[in-house]
């Protein structure tokens, strides 16, 4: 298990290195480089920005100027924001909570549904229920999210006036409830293309299992079917789900942007396209490594957590 | 034998649609209804702009928020009064278009680091599968948007863009085909034979590999159509007046409750689009998988 761990520690510690270069490249590909604030101050002379850049180390080797800033990454230096020069990290931090009850949320609700589709399409193939499911999965998985957002706003906001048609709550309410209204529609918008991949994955995985010894021997044994299905089946079918939740997570966080933008979510899709429309690009930068660093001790959390289920994994 | 190699080979030039693999693809009714759908669209994209009465930059502030079916307007007019139906023909040109040519862009930078990768594999193989692991780190999203706030948006950036950002599934899929033909006695031969690396990695290896590609292109083509409505919806992608499917529902959302058509078409037209390539993908998936006969 430790050899396993450490190797594992390694491979993400190696990830987050190139990740940071290729932040790092992005970052110098902006028009005029880091230096882009300044261009655009009005009286702004060559001779003056070079001082700038001079100042801000701008003019060393490109090397150099890469381990400058991963060495204040790591001290947790983000830089500062151009619209109200607050450290980034803070005003990440500040969206975080916003994204990430959408994520949890909306992960929970694919998650049940998905597998409930899934267990139900394997045992039942080939029926009625199972080929709706399949067509049904692949044009889920064409809609675009914001579209399927504004559908639903139209339909549940607009014309039936279910739900609130956008934000996390309204002022002056803020009340339980009044959070959980709000956050139905948006995390079943974000569900609905997970809804469609976790349902697949678990279609496949029910079958590859389905047909294993150990549950022919279940049978054999007596149990009854709804026991076979539920322990056996299921159990050992969840285990590569696990793995999926990891690789998903750029897929959800990348939906999430777009769906907070519909619904005009205060988290960090919301705050990123804010901060692009204003050139905010420590902001930006901030949020594509954040975000990649999430993606990663996501994917590390997950792989480690199969290994603590299956023995075969750690051992082998 | 290579008599019979020949006419083998003449005989599928010749009667291709009568091959298994064009059949096997016919049999799957979603592809064919896909097929079917996405002709449909094409066509329709490239001659209905021409037998419209309007023009898509003809402005008729009369005829503003005009519902469908108004007179001649069978989709509708926008906010500035132009008429959805040429604005939607016309954005279906750009969006099928980057949609086609990031796939032809993202198929080759990933199957060359595919087939580099899977043939030397070693540490330059590690190397390059780490960097692709790295890429896939990001949400798409978030580095799309992020190179799109850099560049130009002109269609061939957007395109060259959301190319940059759907490489790494391809390069994936081929680092894994090309590893296990890499050891397989045709390649070995080549390699007696004396045959320079590239040679044997893109002649002998690739034409192996080719299956599994088609399949991986046709679903980024639907990937890529995708990919550019979200970034021109939110602002970033194809800009106005250059219509495209995305930018169309850019404004959609302050008119909903008035306009909800606005919404509507390039949405609808958006989805079909994808659903189709998405079903051709699956289609071919089964068509070309020699071992789906098993089933």
Known sequence: ?316 | MSDAKLSLSTDAATHWWRSRTARRFMRHKLAVLGLAMISIMIFACVVGPYLLPYDQLFIDLRARFAPPLTGAHIFGTDPLGRDIAARLFNAGRISLLVGFFAMVLSTLIGTVIGVVAGYYGGRLGAALMRFVDAFLSFPSIFLLLALAAFVQPSPFMITVIIAITSWMEIARLVETEVRSLRERDFVLAARMLGLPNAWIMFREILPNAIGPIIVAATLTVARAILLEAYISFLGYGIQPPLPSWGNMLNGAQQYLDKAPWLAIVPGVAITLAVTSFNFIGDGLRDALDARSDLN
């Open chain 1, 1 to 316: 298990m430790f050899a396993y761990l450490l190797n594992r520690l390694w491979q993400s510690l190696i990830l987050l290195v190139l990740v940071s270069i290729i932040g790092f490249a992005i970052l110098n590909l902006a028009p005029g480089g880091p230096l882009s604030q300044f261009a655009l101050t009005p009286g702004m002379t060559r001779e003056a920005l070079d001082r700038i850049a001079h100042q801000m180390g701008l003019d060393r080797p490109l090397p150099i100027q890469y381990l400058d800033w991963v060495w204040r990454l790591l001290q947790g230096d983000w830089g500062k924001s151009y619209r109200d020069q607050r450290p980034v990290l803070d005003i990440i931090s500040g969206h975080l909570f916003a994204t990430l009850l959408l994520m949890v949320t909306s992960t929970v609700v694919s998650i049940l549904i998905g597998t409930w589709i899934g267990i139900k399409g394997a045992t039942k193939r080939y029926s009625l229920f199972d080929y709706t499911a399949t067509v049904g999965a692949m044009v889920a998985l064409s809609i675009p999210t914001f579209w399927f957002g504004l559908v639903a706003i139209y339909v549940f906001a607009l014309k039936l006036k279910w739900l609130p048609a956008g934000n996390m709550y309204t002022i002056g309410d803020q009340s339980l409830y009044d959070y959980a209204i709000h956050l139905v529609m948006p995390s079943l918008v974000l569900a609905l293309v997970n809804i469609a991949v976790w349902s697949r994955y678990m279609r496949t995985a029910t079958l590859d299992v389905i047909n294993q010894d150990f549950v022919r021997t279940a049978r054999a044994k007596g149990l009854t079917a709804r026991r076979v299905l539920m322990k056996h089946v299921v159990g050992n079918a969840l285990l590569p789900m696990i793995a999926l939740a990891g690789v998903q997570l750029p897929t959800i966080l990348g939906g999430a942007l777009v769906t907070e933008t519909v619904f005009t979510w205060p988290g960090m899709g919301r705050l990123f396209l804010d901060s692009l429309g204003y050139h905010d690009y420590p902001v930006v930068m901030g949020l594509l490594m954040f975000s990649a660093i999430l993606v990663l001790l996501g994917s590390l959390m997950a792989d480690l957590l199969v290994a603590l289920v299956d023995p075969r994994i750690r051992l082998g």
